[in-house]
DNA sequence: TCATTTCCTGACCGTATGGTCAAGGTGAAG
DNA sequence: CTTCACCTTGACCATACGGTCAGGAAATGA
């Protein structure tokens, strides 16, 4: 019956599905427990409790505890990169860079424990994506530096140095990932809320852009 | 002779000296080692390496390895509040809070190692310093407002939110410590020279005195 | 010189960790 | 049903780690 190969279609069984769905279960504690411990501090034990699977199971996926890790650094990476496409197709700095900062801002509330296994791993001296910092980071950083002087040249905002614009974007925006522990004790042990995320993000935007003489 | 008396009284050799000393080496060892492999990373052998000394004399001076990282965090909690009085003595923003920027971006400079424990520390739900946290930085925090909206009521700058403003000081000056090696990394693997810290201070200050309406 | 306190350190111990492996389970295809 | 590839997992191992301790060295004061 066609029925039934729907059914079997969801069934969490099939071969393929088994194999993606323990990965992404793998994939989202371990980012948990890195960002929570460390690299050195997280245990494949406390990992493999927190997907619900036995912990030799992690190492049929993943052969050590590197590769896995290694896998959750570049996981945050990309979706940095997504992000900054909001640069690109901007016409000045009041779209580009108020996308980018709206951008980074959403993802320090929905991806903080990516942002900050990647400070740890900065932090470190970058062991594992050193590569990475050297190719991709320094490309698309001269590339943004390129579209900030021009618009500079342009006469669209004042005349800053872009790397250190670059640098106060993300310290800015990556802190409220990075740092929202201490954010939030400092808001009476309470996470934001809506309101205060909103109250946040313009904040930040209104700072930074009247900060380089966009508004 | 008097002569032996000085002598004496400069050799390493003398009783409170050696603890000084040692005490010194040890935490000096214990900070660099914990911000470059963090918490979970370090180990009391690669500490006792750097500071020349055998494992079994770091348990002489410090019980355990929790009691020295926990002394090594309070340090640079300490060097950072002396910095904050440049806040309180100000007539203004542009004075008070230029030189917190100032002064915030020469302990990055001058102490990398502290500023990551600190930020990993907090990144890890700050299980030994939560307590600072709940007392001195929020009654620092609440102070420092204070100045800020009172600044602000005086129509020395524009009104924006104070708490927000000190977040994003906190994460741009601290940003080029904790985020060192990715700085260092995208300016040609070379540390910033004494003119490029000149000019990441000037940057930092200018754009957000600017973005809060103070010049 | 002697007694006392402080400092030093090699050797040792229990534990926890990353990783392995062999044996067994399970769904799909023929 | 049989086959086969893939998945699962308890038990196990070597290693490395934090911490201990006993015995000795060195400094200090009387």
Redesign the interface.
Known sequence: MSGDAQISRLKPGRRTDIRRENERAILDAAEKVF????????TMQLIADMAGLPKANLHYYFATKEDLYRRVVQQIFEIWLDAASSFDDAPGPVEGIGAYVDAKMDISRTHPHGS?VW??E?????PVI?DY??TT??DW?EGRIGVIQRWIDEGKM?P??P???L??L???T???A??G???Q??NAGRPLSDKQWK??KA??K???L????AI
Do not use: C, P
Not at 210 to 213: E, H, M, N, Q
């Open positions: 960002a929570e411990a460390g690299f050195g501090g997280a900050k400070a740890s900065v932090m470190h001296g970058a050193q910092l050297e980071l320094r950083t004042r800053v140095n790397r250190h614009l640098y106060l993300w310290a800015t990556q802190h409220y990075d740092f522990h201490q954010i004790t400092l109250d946040a904040s930040v209104d700072m930074v009247r900060g380089i003489g």
